[in-house]
């Protein structure tokens, strides 16, 4: 065999091996783009389902049980959502909001997108406390009753649970108020931090705003107040409340998280979680780190490893009363907790509207600085 011979072997075995390995990175090309098609039609036949389902007026009648057994129908499909690539490098982040945000079964959310709202209020609640969303939407969420000329957007954040009826009920509220985002997350204390990550994902993609509020159903919030506040602060980065300083990591118990979930013994400094400001350049800071793979369940505590890893300063601020049991009215209240009593609620709005002028004065609600007149409000008072 002369050299001339084997050269030619070699060449041609080179653009066999070419030609071969060129079809198979074509054919595994394609096949990843069918997966992923079939995976977004099947997510949009889903999407569109649910969304018909949505507008239908829905009665208390025979419909309302053919509803009921087409949501039964629908949530016993295997959820096929945006493919979960598991995210390696923090520059995917694209793909991790994406699939924060196909969570999201149904957005009723009413906005103005050519607005910047000076506040974004985003409350977390449990899909069957209608009774604390409408006593906030009556009360303090209430545009009527704050004097303020600027602009905020109140939101509430709820998940799903195994039941269809729950499922009916948040559609038709929806569909009335306006103010839902639903998920397909399930109701679980274990999961709010989810709820927490799709929440603000949501935010940063659909809403312009200077600062937001992230809250729970039970609480009492001073709108007025925050609005001063968000004016004054005119900062590009901040996270403020009631911080929590060197909070332990719990092994046991309600709170405990495991070594797997969190490697750190020692929590960084966080906020209290019933309610607790952040700016909007901190806001997209912090959803770029979030992966919805990566959480433990503190969601509060989780909010602040992520400020941490964001290097977003944290700072305890005044006006955030947490641990409010006797439901005291203090002028500088920005967030009170809780505030679960429809009485308290109503006690600290009033005082708060006397105080900022749109109430006229009351000379016995002015004696009273608790709703709940126990032992520390009555000494006050007699003092
Ligand atoms: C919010 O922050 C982002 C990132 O810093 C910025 O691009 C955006 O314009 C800001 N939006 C508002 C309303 O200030």
Not at 106 to 121: A, G, H, M, P
Not at 162 to 169: F, V
Not at 190 to 196: A, E
Not at 288 to 294: A, E, Q
């Amino acid at each position: 065999m002369k050299i001339t011979d084997l050269f030619f072997f070699r060449r041609t075995g080179v653009i066999l091996l070419s030609v071969v390995s060129i079809c198979g990175v074509f054919y595994l090309n394609n096949k990843i783009k069918v997966d992923f098609l079939d995976a977004k039609i099947k997510n949009e036949k889903q999407y569109n389902y649910v969304n018909n389902v949505f507008n239908q007026k829905m009665e208390e009648n025979a419909e309302t049980s053919s509803i009921s057994t087409k949501m039964k129908e629908y949530f016993q499909l295997k959820p096929t959502l945006v493919q979960t690539t598991k995210s390696q490098s923090q520059f995917d982040y694209l793909a991790r909001e994406k699939e924060a945000l196909s969570h999201i079964i149904f957005d009723s959310v009413e906005k103005d997108t050519s607005v910047t709202y000076t506040l974004l209020i985003i409350i977390s609640s449990h899909v069957n406390n209608r009774n604390r969303r409408d006593r906030i939407r009556e009360s303090w969420g209430s545009i009527f009753n704050w004097v303020t000329v600027e602009k905020y957007l109140l939101v509430f954040v709820v998940a799903r649970t195994s039941d269809a009826k729950p499922m009916i009920e948040i559609a038709d509220e929806a569909r009335i108020r306006r103010d839902i985002l639903y998920l397909d997350i399930f109701e679980d204390f274990y999961l709010l931090t989810k709820k927490v990550i799709v929440g603000l994902t949501w935010a940063k993609s659909n809403v312009k705003f200077k600062a937001l509020l992230k809250g729970d159903d039970d609480t009492f919030v001073n709108i007025d107040n925050i609005i001063q506040f968000i004016k004054i602060n005119d900062i590009i980065d901040g996270y403020f409340g009631n911080t929590i300083y060197k909070a332990k990591v719990r092994k046991f118990g309600r709170y405990q998280v495991s070594k797997k979930e969190f490697k750190k013994d020692i929590y960084e400094t966080y906020c209290s979680g019933g309610g607790f400001i952040l700016t909007n350049s901190s806001v997209y800071k912090m959803t770029k780190l979030f992966d919805l793979n990566k959480i433990f369940r503190i969601d509060d505590a989780f909010v602040g490893e992520i400020a941490y890893q964001a290097e977003i300063p944290v700072r305890g601020i005044k006006g955030f009363y947490m641990y409010n049991n006797n439901c005291k009215y203090q002028k500088d209240v920005m967030v009170s907790h809780p505030a679960l009593i429809i009485g308290c609620n109503d006690f600290l709005l009033k005082k708060s509207l006397i105080d900022n002028g749109k109430l006229p004065r009351d000379l016995t609600l002015e004696k009273q600085s608790c709703y709940d007149e126990k032992v520390v409000c009555k000494i006050e008072i007699n003092k």
